[in-house]
């Protein structure tokens, strides 16, 4: 598609790791996990959009945000592809603050993840690399450099942790009114108009407290409170340290085995 719309003079630029879709316009601004295609218009799964109205609080603050991400955004290049060399972490120390307000004491002593902690999910198969997945992690090079390794970790948390935030958005869509559903996407997001944001890097609070609400499914609160639980657990090492990488690399995976599932 890309390269049809390179043809008709259309710039192609690519964000890492934004699962939102936004529509600026100077009239008005359309956001949300919907897809702007035939299927995601008239497919059958739930999905969220905002209409924000120009000349309002809400468009000029996702104004703002779309502004933001384009700012941090790059060239779509077929020859050349993604890499992590060019990747750069959003700020952290607000998530980092964030981290240590919610941890209990017995978190903070926990090392890692037990292995056993999915024994009962079953195992899922790992997606296949897409086009736009960076060629280190693809051939598995990125071990072989330490700086490549952990923004790895970083880009692989943040990466999960939106997956979990936008499938906690998209459970309470059709169980809560669009003025409550708007305010719990910007809990989820407080960072989304900081000028410098680079990556979207979801609250962890933000997303416990839309779980944690009486509107979403008390059989699905079962199966992610584990998971943001674990990701509390795994948030600093993964985004400041450079320490423990196989330990790391083995949390993420059982995490995302968890979330898959759950996804499924």
Same mark, same amino acid.
């Given at each position: 598609?890309?390269?049809?719309?390179?043809? &008709?003079?259309?710039?192609?630029? $690519?964000?890492?790791?934004?699962?939102?879709? /936004?529509?600026?316009?100077? =009239?008005?601004? =359309?956001?949300?996990?919907?897809?702007?295609?035939?299927?995601?218009?008239?497919?059958? @799964?739930?999905?969220? *959009?905002?209409?924000? +109205?120009?000349?309002? *609080?809400?468009?000029? &603050?996702?104004?703002?945000?779309?502004?933001? +991400?384009?700012?941090?955004?790059?060239?779509?290049? @077929?020859?050349?592809?993604?890499?992590?060399?060019?990747?750069?972490?959003?700020?952290?120390?607000?998530?980092?603050?964030?981290?240590?307000?919610?941890?209990?004491?017995?978190?903070?002593?926990? !090392?890692?993840?037990?292995?056993?902690? @999915?024994?009962?999910?079953?195992?899922?198969?790992?997606?296949?690399?897409?086009?736009?997945?960076?060629?280190?992690? #693809?051939? &598995?090079? /990125? $071990?072989?450099?330490?700086?490549?390794?952990?923004?790895?970790?970083?880009?692989?948390?943040?990466? +999960?942790?939106?997956? +979990?935030?936008?499938?906690?958005?998209?459970?309470? #869509?059709?169980?809560?009114?669009?003025? @409550?559903?708007?305010?719990?996407?910007?809990?989820? *997001?407080?960072?989304?108009?900081?000028?410098?944001?680079?990556?979207?890097?979801?609250?962890?609070?933000?997303?416990?407290?839309?779980?944690?609400?009486? !509107?979403?499914?008390?059989?699905?609160?079962? =199966?992610?409170?584990?998971? $943001?639980?674990?990701?509390?657990?795994?948030?600093?090492?993964?985004?400041?340290? !450079? !320490?423990?990488?196989?330990?790391?690399?083995?949390?993420?995976?059982?995490?995302? #085995?968890?979330?898959?599932?759950?996804?499924?």
């Amino acid at each position: 598609m890309f390269e049809q719309l390179k043809k &008709g003079g259309v710039e192609c630029r $690519l964000a890492d790791n934004v699962h939102m879709k /936004y529509l600026k316009t100077p =009239l008005c601004v =359309l956001s949300g996990s919907l897809n702007f295609s035939y299927n995601g218009v008239h497919g059958r @799964t739930q999905e969220a *959009t905002n209409h924000f +109205l120009a000349q309002t *609080t809400d468009y000029e &603050g996702c104004r703002r945000g779309i502004d933001n +991400l384009l700012a941090s955004s790059y060239p779509y290049d @077929t020859e050349r592809g993604p890499s992590l060399t060019n990747w750069r972490p959003p700020e952290v120390d607000w998530f980092l603050q964030e981290l240590d307000d919610a941890t209990t004491p017995d978190e903070a002593q926990s !090392s890692h993840l037990e292995s056993d902690s @999915t024994s009962d999910v079953p195992e899922v198969e790992p997606p296949e690399f897409s086009g736009h997945t960076p060629s280190e992690i #693809q051939d &598995g090079s /990125y $071990l072989d450099d330490q700086v490549n390794t952990q923004r790895f970790l970083q880009a692989k948390y943040i990466q +999960l942790l939106q997956r +979990l935030g936008t499938f906690v958005l998209n459970t309470l #869509q059709s169980r809560v009114d669009d003025e @409550t559903h708007i305010a719990l996407e910007a809990a989820m *997001t407080p960072s989304l108009e900081a000028d410098d944001i680079g990556e979207v890097l979801p609250s962890i609070q933000g997303i416990k407290n839309a779980v944690e609400s009486e !509107s979403f499914p008390s059989a699905l609160r079962e =199966l992610v409170m584990p998971i $943001l639980q674990s990701m509390r657990m795994t948030g600093r090492r993964c985004l400041s340290e !450079s !320490s423990s990488v196989e330990t790391n690399l083995n949390d993420l995976r059982i995490i995302e #085995q968890q979330l898959e599932f759950i996804l499924r």
